[in-house]
């Protein structure tokens, strides 16, 4: 099947390193978990037959169940369409400003909601998805004069391998997303990443601080001693070498591309780390 690219720019996207985590993804499983998918470049990348993804991001997942559904599909579309005609910078803010009214926010079609996120994506300054303790989008407008927002193909190829395949959507916290995999499942993490000095990590209203990670690393154990084979990537900080002492280490440089003003944007160090290793699993 032809290769889908992400519909949204996401912070900590990993597209640009997707090579290098396929290559330490095990030969065999049974079900795929991705219980912080994102923009889904390794879900594009591996199009697994059975899989589970999920982000606590409620708006992201609703563009992932109307990609999937026939006709939501086709009015997102549509309204896709219709925002790129209408875009401006005053059209941006009136779009961007709908979900301060919670009551009519929540009226909305899915289809309109999900549009209005790939729009705001694509229009937005950076590609950037922030929201402020009240859960509203607070991205500035990146100030395009054209901005495109239809990708027809590319979300043709992503509703074939949403619907071909076995893909359950959930939009819940990554503990519960992953609560019944088996020996056997491989289960891939990508959380928010974790810093020694400051991190961009308001993707969802809650953020996601050094408990969530230490929290993160207790289900990894789970699933370590439940025989799933689990993979997780986050920069190299000093908390993640103590969380993770027990496990294999792979080192990757991944250019920083949003999330960081341009005076930090260069190379960082990111860390791949599986509670395998490929040769045994190769092995089994
Ligand atoms: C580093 S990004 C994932 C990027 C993704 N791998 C990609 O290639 O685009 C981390 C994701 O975790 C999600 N997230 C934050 N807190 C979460 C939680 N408690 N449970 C599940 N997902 C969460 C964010 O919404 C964000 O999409």
Redesign the pocket.
């Known amino acids: 099947m032809l290769k889908a690219k ?1 519909f949204v720019k ?6 640009s390193i997707v090579d290098k985590l396929i290559n330490l993804v095990p030969e065999d499983y049974k079900t795929y978990y991705e ?8 879900l594009y990348e591996l199009q697994p037959k059975k899989a589970v993804i ?4 409620t708006e ?1 997942m609703n563009v992932y169940e109307c990609v999937k559904d026939e006709n939501k599909f086709a009015n997102m579309c549509s309204e896709l369409n219709k925002h790129e005609t209408n875009h401006s910078e005053e059209y941006y803010y009136e779009i961007r400003d709908l979900d301060r009214d919670k009551k009519k926010f929540n009226k909305l079609a899915d289809y309109k909601r999900a549009a209005r996120t790939i729009y705001l994506n694509k229009a937005c300054f950076n590609g950037l998805y922030r929201v402020n303790s009240k859960n509203e989008f607070n991205v500035p407008s990146g100030k395009k004069t054209k901005v495109n927002t239809y990708d027809g193909p590319n979300l043709g190829i992503i509703h074939c391998l949403l619907n071909f395949n076995d893909i359950k959507l959930l939009s819940t ?2 503990e519960e ?1 992953v609560k019944n995999a088996k020996k056997g499942d491989f289960v891939y993490f ?4 974790d810093s020694d000095t400051s991190t961009f990590n308001s ?2 209203e809650n953020g ?1 601080g050094k408990e ?1 990670q230490k929290r993160l690393a207790e289900v990894f154990k789970d699933l370590d001693k439940r025989g799933c084979n689990v993979m997780l990537s986050n920069y190299n900080t000093k908390l993640i070498k103590e969380l993770y002492k027990d496990y294999n280490f792979n080192y990757v440089t991944a250019p920083r591309n949003i999330g960081a003003s341009s005076k930090n944007r260069g190379k960082v160090e990111e860390v791949i780390i599986t509670n395998y290793n490929k040769a045994e699993v190769f092995d089994n």
Do not use: I, Q, S
């Open positions: 992400p996401w912070a900590g996207g990993k597209r219980p912080f998918v994102g923009g889904g470049a390794m999920n982000d606590y991001n992201l916290d990554f997303a990508d959380p928010p990443y993707y969802t996601f969530e």
